[in-house]
T-cell receptor, first 111, second 116 residues
Framework: DVKVTQSSRYLVKRTGEKVFLECVQDMDHENMFWYRQDPGLGLRLIYFSYDVKMKEKGDIPEGYSVSREKKERFSLILESASTNQTSMYLC??????????FGPGTRLTVL | QQQVKQSPQSLIVQKGGISIINCAYENTAFDYFPWYQQFPGKGPALLIAIRPDVSEKKEGRFTISFNKSAKQFSLHIMDSQPGDSATYFCAASDSINGGATNKLIFGTGTLLAVQP
């Protein structure tokens, strides 16, 4: 069974904190993605990576950075969390041209 | 031009009825159109997908209808069941300009409730 896991299901942080969201896939996929999901806005791509140490900005990269040091792991970093980053964060992976597999999501609340 | 517009935002259907969700796009380079299904507390999962060389694809009770000239595609759920209650997302990608990642552009989602 293919699997994408995310480090936390729920996370509460304070404004200004540095936040790390971790994603691990066990399918040996080349590509990994970070999305945020907000009601009425659907899934919006933050960053993606097509190889180790390679990354590209998605549609809403501002306020975020990413790290991919190993093929199976893709981290999303909020350098200084703000309240407008309160959202559901979804990680996905795929091996082109196949479907994307999603993790269960991390619901982040920034107070 | 990169948007995928999805409607309705929410939908209530009686058990046994037909659920229809519509999506429209502008980018004629899009060549892959998947639908994802998301249950509460879970990540989205691929339900069914179509490429523009066919006008319809059916898998069980789920059918995608694709109209290339109108740049529209829709999901039909026949004999809708309470277990189909979920959020549905349409998406599109461009395999040529999108690079080797199959990067998807998602619609805004439709919350479907099937009443018993």
């Amino acid at each position: 069974d293919v699997k994408v896991t995310q480090s936390s299901r729920y996370l509460v942080k304070r404004t200004g904190e540095k936040v790390f969201l971790e994603c691990v896939q066990d399918m040996d996929h080349e590509n990994m993605f970070w999305y945020r999901q907000d009601p009425g806005l659907g899934l919006r791509l933050i960053y993606f990576s097509y190889d180790v140490k390679m990354k590209e900005k998605g549609d809403i990269p501002e306020g975020y950075s990413v790290s991919r040091e190993k093929k199976e792991r893709f981290s999303l970093i909020l350098e200084s969390a703000s309240t407008n980053q309160t959202s559901m964060y979804l990680c996905a992976s795929n091996s082109y041209p196949n479907e994307q597999f999603f993790g269960p999501g991390t619901r982040l609340t920034v107070l | 031009q990169q948007q995928v517009k999805q409607s309705p935002q929410s939908l209530i259907v009686q058990k046994g009825g037909i659920s229809i969700i519509n999506c429209a796009y502008e980018n004629t380079a899009f060549d892959y159109f998947p639908w994802y299904q998301q249950f509460p507390g879970k990540g989205p999962a691929l339900l069914i997908a179509i490429r523009p060389d066919v006008s319809e694809k059916k898998e069980g009770r789920f059918t995608i209808s694709f109209n290339k000239s109108a740049k529209q595609f829709s999901l039909h759920i026949m004999d809708s069941q309470p277990g189909d209650s979920a959020t549905y997302f349409c998406a599109a990608s461009d395999s040529i300009n999108g690079g080797a990642t199959n990067k998807l552009i998602f619609g805004t989602g439709t919350l479907l409730a099937v009443q018993p």
